[in-house]
């Protein structure tokens, strides 16, 4: 059986092109969405043959679907009719890497031993969206494993300019 992930591409390609004009409104009930059929109680209804299809949609759906116009109900109800409404969380994430797409932004995670200053945020952000051609949001994380420097996290792309990461570039080129 193949992954959730390539179940849910093709899903969210759809949920985004129903979208249009309302990505906002989608993306957030989508992750609602994506909630709803995470909790155990919920997922446990899921493999439940006296529950069916309709009954999940209606359900995930006054839960989560408030922001949904008709559309955005019936790909919840495609979702049941399929039995892939456990790839709603995967199906969230692509859905937002095409909203990402569209916008031309994209999410950067910088992890780093201590708090970037305001001015080395800057800096970075300036680069990386010269070097990605897009609008760069930077999301923090402090690791204080790392020693210093840090690393960061685009996509595909990783550059990790961690003290720990030369350190180990060090170890490995000594040791060989």
Known sequence: MPDKSTIARPYAKAAFAAATGRLNEWSEALHRAAA??????????????HVTAEQLADLISSIAGQQLDQAGRNFI????????LECLPEVAARFDELKAD??????????????????LERTLTS???R???????LRRVLDPTMIGGASVRAGDLVIDGSVRNRLERIRHQLTA
């Open 131 to 137: 070097r990605l051609q897009r609008n760069v949001r």
């Open 127 to 129: 680069a990386l969206e």
């Open 36 to 49: 709803v059929v995470s909790d155990a109680r919920v997922a446990a209804l899921l493999d439940n043959p």
């Open 102 to 119: 569209a916008e031309g932004t994209i999410e950067v995670e910088v992890t780093s031993a201590t708090p970037l200053t305001e001015a």
């Open 77 to 84: 109800r495609t979702l049941a009719d399929n039995h892939r």
